[in-house]
């Protein structure tokens, strides 16, 4: 990418202004599947987004090219999603959220299904206290491996493993209840 | 302890998470207006009585006055309190409006965790003119969801801030008006590609993806053309030469912050 060229000062450096953008639009839906996983309810998702990527942008120029992305993000959406639950009115998270209308498919029946799996999964998810949910999140849900997310969250390797196994539980009985909840077999 | 000491996710458990994962999570209308409110929340604030003048008070005030309504108010509030206060723990929290809520406490971390880049707030003038004024920020029915908002989007490229009345206009040299011409024009052809990909038209990106090719062979859009380009024929069922193309892209660019975006179209596909 361009090095950002001398501008004077006040100026917005719009090279470096495309590389975040593109880096916004690539990365956009992966920073609101965070948050909402991390118990962002969907009438502020907007706002706590917006607020996270203009944080991100200040720190952008700090981004280690070498690091994964998504990663560096999470850690922003955590943040950002710890600050949020501190508020006392957003500390009673609500679970059956409505989500976003879905796109138009081809496949109506597996678009359904997934939309009530993602249902499904953001209320339980709920259920598993913040810290071990957001380890749960970035090791089964986005892939990373335990020493990346230990470098995230800045914890012990060996916490982010003990976390996975014991929120893996929480999470499958939080499953259990919910299908009962909905009458499900 | 090492990853094949936990044991393997129950086949029911992973089949839910993937198919939590495949649903796509926010519309392009949505990600325009949040975009909307991110380009007028980091674009430098004026000279003159900007919410970045007296420090991260100003620019958690500026933030917290824009904010929009109810939960989505208190939370941008609070966020910029966080992103203001800084890992010394010296968060500033002010409700313009409403009654103050308890003081967001900064955390410590680590320094030098990527937990600590995400928490480290003001460095001084940088979070504020982040922060901004967002009160500076409405266009019906475009950005930002704060209604309060007076002023309307700033230019979306700032051009160097405003000369006060009594001081001396200053010129930029011919070379670096050019160049910001060119960019702009480089700009409005790719967002017309990208454009394209969002509303599922990957066959009018590429025409402007190629019109950017013919007009700008090595402008400082490439990275970004080349990019969209390998999305756009991955959406359009040409795979094999969105794989070919990807291929030729990751020499090119190995560290591109487009490689997950591009990744994830050649695994989606159409």
Redesign the interface.
């Known amino acids: 990418m361009s090095g950002a060229a001398e501008q004077p000062a006040g100026a917005v450096d719009t090279g470096s202004l495309e590389e975040f953008r593109s880096m916004f639009d690539a990365e956009f839906s992966y920073v609101c599947r965070a948050l909402r996983r991390l118990g962002v309810r969907s009438a502020d998702l907007e706002d706590v987004a917006q607020e996270l990527f203009i944080t991100v942008h200040a720190k952008f120029v700090d981004y280690d090219r070498q690091r994964p992305i998504r990663s560096w993000l999470f850690a922003f959406a955590f943040r950002a999603a710890s600050n949020y639950h501190r508020l006392a009115r957003h500390r009673r998270e609500v679970s059956g959220t409505p989500l976003s209308e879905p796109p138009s498919t081809d496949d109506p029946e597996g678009a359904l299904a997934d939309r009530q799996a993602q249902q499904l999964v953001l209320t339980a998810l709920q259920s598993v206290p913040f810290e071990r949910r957001s380890v749960l999140i970035m090791h089964d849900i986005d892939g990373f491996t335990a020493p990346e997310v230990a470098e995230t969250l800045s914890i012990p390797v060996n916490t982010v493993y003990s976390r996975v196994r014991i929120a893996r539980g929480e999470l499958e009985r939080a499953l259990r209840r919910e299908r009962l909840r909905r009458g499900e077999p | 302890?090492?990853?094949d000491?936990?044991?393997p996710?129950?086949p029911e458990?992973r089949r839910?998470?993937a198919?939590?994962?495949?649903?796509?999570?926010?519309?392009a209308a949505?990600?325009a207006?949040?975009?909307a409110?991110?380009e007028a929340?980091?674009?430098?604030t004026p000279?003159d009585g900007g919410g970045g003048a007296d420090g991260g008070t100003s620019g958690a005030t500026g933030?917290a006055s824009g904010?929009?309504t109810?939960?989505?108010?208190?939370?941008?509030v609070?966020?910029?309190?966080?992103?203001a206060g800084g890992i010394s723990g010296a968060a500033i929290y002010h409700a313009s409006v409403e009654p103050p809520?308890?003081s967001?406490?900064q955390?410590p971390?680590?320094e030098g965790?990527?937990?600590?880049?995400?928490?480290?707030?003001a460095d001084g003038p940088?979070?504020e003119?982040?922060?901004?004024d967002s009160s500076a920020s409405s266009d019906a029915g475009t950005a930002?969801?704060r209604p309060e908002a007076a002023s309307a989007l700033p230019e979306r490229?700032?051009?160097?801030?405003q000369p006060r009345a009594d001081q001396p206009t200053?010129e930029?040299p011919p070379a670096?008006e050019a160049?910001?011409s060119q960019?702009a024009r480089e700009?409005a052809i790719?967002e017309v590609a990208?454009a394209g990909i969002a509303r599922g038209h990957p066959g009018s990106a590429l025409s402007a993806l190629d019109r950017h090719a013919r007009e700008f062979p090595h402008g400082?859009?490439a990275?970004?053309r080349d990019?969209l380009r390998i999305i756009a024929l991955a959406k359009a069922g040409r795979s094999s030469e969105a794989e070919n193309e990807a291929a030729r892209f990751r020499d090119r660019y190995p560290?591109?912050?487009?490689r997950?975006?591009i990744e994830a179209a050649l695994g989606s596909g159409p």
């Open positions: 302890m090492t990853e000491s936990l044991e996710l129950d458990l839910l998470l198919a939590e994962a495949r649903f796509p999570a926010e519309s949505t990600r207006r949040v975009w409110g991110v929340g980091i674009a430098p000279p933030a904010a929009g109810g939960a989505g108010k208190l939370a941008s609070a966020l910029a309190a966080f992103a809520e308890p967001v406490v955390v971390v680590p965790s990527q937990l600590s880049d995400a928490g480290a707030g940088g979070d003119a982040a922060i901004a930002v969801r490229r700032r051009s160097p801030t200053s930029e670096a160049d910001r960019l700009r790719i990208r400082r859009l990275e970004e990019g560290n591109s912050l487009l997950p975006a």
